[in-house]
């Protein structure tokens, strides 16, 4: 299962809210609520939020087993 807890707390850190983030990339507001929901999302999608974040992956997805979320 994937967890985008890293990106909220990314976000956190960086002052930028969620509409910030969304406008800075680009993308849908359906498709924040996937990120919202932890669903699965395109690879160019990530690497779109760690570009316009400068950050790396790991600040964006985690990837936890089935049996921990």
Known sequence: MVSYKPLWKTLIDRDISKTQLREKIGCSTSTLARL???????????????????????????????NES
């Open 36 to 66: 919202s929901k932890n669903e699965f999302v395109g690879l160019d999608l990530i690497c779109k939020i760690c570009y316009a974040l400068d950050c790396r992956i790991e600040e964006v997805i985690a990837v936890v087993p089935e």
